[in-house]
């Protein structure tokens, strides 16, 4: 696999960081995820909870070994340095400073191991006047723009249902830690470096049309709720059975939407004749096609659209999508076990052909590897049993 004999220390916890280091896990890096004792990520306490595994927390933690140390205590703090010395790869998610106060600052780090890559997800970044700030994604969502532009025009700022800024701030973490991986083996020295990922940037960043119509213009883009803001028909219509959601992004698939449900006269009316002139009359635009779409099933559109090469799709629930044909061909759900529960979780979202992503281990159970991870540390099974006396692990 693409990232074997790589070892990664995995301090996080809830989801941005455990994101970032599963998706380094799932190509094949060995991540161990130093826990507290008897407590562990708090994910594993949360969401649905089935003899007590959290399917929430097994969604972010597969193919990683787990072992507890008390990071207040300099037992623990010995055991982190030895794991340091042998690694790849440091990520954390603390608020900036934390790990630097807990004896871990950045020549520590790097007197411990120079070619160590350190990784920080973290809510604003470690620089600027919001560093110090607590954040979540639902903060994240709200700092960042993003809520501000979702929703419908006349109600409030919505956030999006997934924890977006989280998810963002794991993917783009594994991608600056493989780009650093990268750029150290292409170096003289061979030297690691920082890499940091923050949840408001990661949103910033995926603006997209939003922010490139604010920076022409000034003007503070207004929330459209499923319509495009920038494009007309394009969003959510109702057939006679539920909703269909359309998305002919141009003249050209405008043009075949509407030929493809009978309306195509309708671009010859100077109203609907442009773009622009669809913006402006987009309500009455989506009452003429709502009363043609309502005279049909979803599954009826679903065919006639794709055929005629226009992207549609129906607003599936959960069960429809983790029991769709497509879904279950392209292997996005796993069946594995989590202790002794049988757990599933999505699947691998990157397919590469010579060296895929695989299920190698199941989410751990808390402090599961700790013995073995010692030991080949070096620990003697007489030191081991002093830790645990000690209740450091």
Known sequence: ????????????????????????????????????????????????????????????NRNKASITADLHTDAGKAILAKL??????????????VLAKMGFDQARLEALNSR??????????????????????????AMSGFMSINGQADGEPLRAGPPISDLLAGLYAAFGVVTALLGRERSADRRGQRVEASLCNSLISTLAYFSAHYFATGEQPTRTGNDHPIVYPYGLFKAADG?????????????????????????????FSTNETRLKHRDALRD???????????????????????????????????????????????????????????????????????????????????????????????????LHDAKVI
């Open 288 to 386: 003429l096609i709502n009363a043609r779409i309502a005279a049909h099933e979803v599954h009826h559109w679903i065919l006639i659209l794709n055929q005629a090469g226009v992207p549609a799709g129906r607003v599936q629930t959960l069960d429809e999508v983790f029991n769709d044909p497509q879904v279950l061909a392209q292997d996005m759900v796993l069946a594995t076990r989590c202790g002794d529960v049988d757990v599933n979780v999505t699947g691998f979202p990157v397919k590469l052909s010579a060296t895929p992503a695989r299920l190698r281990r199941p989410p751990p159970i808390l402090g599961e590897h700790t013995d073995d991870v010692l030991e080949r540390l070096g620990f003697s099974a007489a030191e081991i049993g002093a």
């Open 84 to 97: 340091i010395e042998q690694a790849d790869i440091l990520v954390e998610n603390y608020r900036p400073g």
């Open 116 to 141: 160590l890559i350190t990784c920080s997800v973290n809510g604003y970044g470690s620089s600027g006047p919001y560093a110090d700030r607590p954040a979540f994604d639902f903060i994240g969502q």
């Open 243 to 271: 909703m269909i959601a359309v998305a002919p992004s141009n003249d050209i698939f405008v043009e075949r939407f509407l030929e493809a449900i009978g309306l195509v006269s309708l671009l010859e009316e100077a109203r």
């Open 1 to 60: 696999m693409p990232l074997s004999g790589l070892k990664v220390v995995d301090l996080t916890r809830i989801i941005a960081g455990p994101f970032c280091t599963q998706l380094l896990a799932d190509m094949g890096a060995e991540v161990i995820k130093v826990e507290a004792p008897g407590k562990g990520d708090p994910t594993r306490q949360q969401g649905a909870v089935v003899d007590g595994v959290s399917f929430y927390f097994a969604q972010f």
